[in-house]
């Protein structure tokens, strides 16, 4: 039985040490995985940012050349004419702006402005018009202005439109917005201010701030008059999402392929210290098991001594009215008194006596046999057991028994009534050597306490301490073995795992016994 416990306590060891390692590497390679997790979407985070910052940067630098574009075509149409020198009319203008309007496709609009009269070609619908009223435009533009005089001066209008829709929009999309928060231009979704697409905080962020991050997928960068707002583009941003979630996938299995690796491989060198260090906790074990047998059989026999008095103590009295009966039948045959009558009750007499004799072999034989099995058994019955047992020894004690309790309890009965006799044979003790004149002993029970208290002065509380340590005795050499508290510690505290303490009453000792 104890090999079976020993193999199998060593193979939960195993075991434990095993997934112990395997947790620890799971847990390291784990923490490596979060930190690598973490730095590869700051970078891709990172990557981001470079990307908005550099495409800004050259968006800003498209866009202004487009308005020097404008400004070198409004410059040339003033200095590469007679505007300045004589008084353009409708037909001289029409044809320079017609031929400008073709030359550039970005160009949508020239006006010569003069004392607050225009004239004006622009495109529509692929043609142009001239000094054509109910054209308007309206696509996000910019206004070139060059002045000829005082007087007079040439406006073009630049579409930007085309422009931003020719933009890449893989990793991000862009928004123009006025100094208002109205939306000019977006390539990806239909809104008029920029508080219907954010909630107010981030909005006023972007119309406050300048050439910054709002947050890690929006950048704001100013652009003359207006605001060009980077968004980072969500279809690559749940793209990012799902690579970021299949390289967590694949790292945590190959942490845990790693861990089981490392744990197991780490783990095998404390096998063999376990080994030899189990066997030497077996052998410290079994020796302490044998030195608690060794105590057991110690009590045992001195209990056995003490048990063979009491026996020598309670037969005195049978073997007596045995050795009278003997007197009295030699008498009555030799005064020829013997009859029917006197056999019967000669028969009867002597046959009390030796069933009492006998019945009390069997009483202490049943107190030092072994049990085999642990059983249910009532308190009470263990405790009267116990003072039938001590009959002879009690004869000038009063007990008073106060049974509260109907519990029963599980484990090796006769181990628990050698306990309660060694609590009671202290206590007799105790009241003899110290010449008690009326002794007491009470009895009390209640669900899980038992409570055995006298009234001999109690235990001094220098040694109180003591009294449950092996061979520890105030008793004579020749009275006491100090292995009787001892074992009732033992088995109460590691058979019953219940708990056995002394304390003193304003009478006496209590020992008391909890049950739990």
């Known amino acids: 039985m104890l090999e079976e416990l020993d193999i199998k306590l060593n193979n939960n060891y195993r075991v434990n040490i095993t997934l112990a390692f395997i947790f620890f590497a799971l847990f390291i390679i784990v923490i490596i995985s979060t930190v690598v997790m973490f730095y590869w979407t700051k970078i891709s985070s990172e990557n981001f940012q470079n990307r908005v910052k550099f495409e800004s940067q050259n968006i800003i630098l498209k866009f202004n050349q487009k ?38 496709k970005d160009f949508v609009r020239i006006s010569y402005v003069k004392d607050n009269n225009e004239f004006m070609c622009g495109k529509y619908n692929q043609k142009i018009y ?99 707002v980077f968004i980072q583009n969500k279809k690559l941003l749940k793209k990012q999402k799902i690579i970021t979630r299949n390289l967590a996938v694949t790292m945590f299995i190959l942490s845990l392929v790693l861990a089981v690796f490392f744990g197991y491989f780490f783990s095998k060198p404390l096998y063999s210290f376990y080994d030899e260090l189990n066997k030497r906790v077996n052998h410290e074990v079994e020796k302490n098991r044998e030195k608690e047998q060794m105590l057991m059989h110690q009590n045992k026999l001195a209990s056995l001594g003490e048990m063979l008095g009491n026996i020598a103590h309670q037969w005195r009295h049978p073997i007596t009215r045995l050795s009278l009966l003997v007197q009295n039948l030699e008498m009555a045959y030799k005064m020829g008194k013997i009859d029917d009558k006197f056999v019967d009750k000669f028969k009867t007499k002597s046959l009390e006596q030796i069933n009492y004799m006998s019945q009390t072999i069997d009483d202490f034989t049943g107190f030092f046999k072994k049990d085999k099995e642990k ?17 002879v020894r009690i004869k000038n004690i009063n ?62 509380e220098k040694i109180k301490d003591k009294i449950f340590e092996p061979y520890f005795t105030t008793k004579f050499q020749s009275q006491g073995t100090g292995i009787g508290l001892y074992m009732s510690k033992i088995i109460i505290t590691k058979h019953f795992n219940s708990k056995l303490e002394v304390e003193n009453s304003k009478f006496g000792a209590i020992f008391k016994i909890a049950l739990f």
């Open 67 to 104: 308005i020097e574009t404008a400004n070198d075509s409004a410059l040339g149409i003033v200095n590469g004419t007679l505007i300045k020198k004589m008084k353009p009319n409708e037909e001289f203008l029409s044809t320079i702006f017609k031929t400008f309007l073709f030359a550039n």
């Open 130 to 228: 001239c000094n054509y009223s109910k054209y308007n435009l309206d696509d996000f533009n910019i206004n070139t202005t060059i002045n000829i005089d005082k007087n007079s001066s040439i406006k073009i209008q630049t579409k930007l439109s085309d422009f931003f829709n020719s933009l890449p929009t893989d990793v991000f999309n862009l928004m123009i917005l006025d100094n208002h928060g109205k939306v000019l231009f977006t390539n990806f979704i239909k809104t008029k201010s920029i508080f219907d697409l954010f909630n107010h905080t981030i909005a006023r962020e972007i119309l406050k701030k300048q050439n910054t991050f709002i947050t890690n997928d929006i950048y704001v960068h100013n652009l003359n008059k207006y605001k060009i």
């Open 375 to 391: 059983q249910n058994f009532y308190i009470d019955e263990v405790i009267d057991d116990a003072l039938k047992l001590l009959e």
């Open 399 to 460: 007990i008073i028994k106060t049974y509260n309790s109907n519990q029963k309890i599980n484990g090796y009965k006769t181990e628990f009534s050698q306990v309660i006799l060694n609590i009671l044979n202290n206590a007799i003790d105790a009241l003899n050597e110290k010449n008690i004149e009326n002794k007491n002993i009470w009895i009390r029970t209640e669900e899980n306490l038992i409570e055995i208290e006298d009234n001999a002065g109690g235990v001094d």
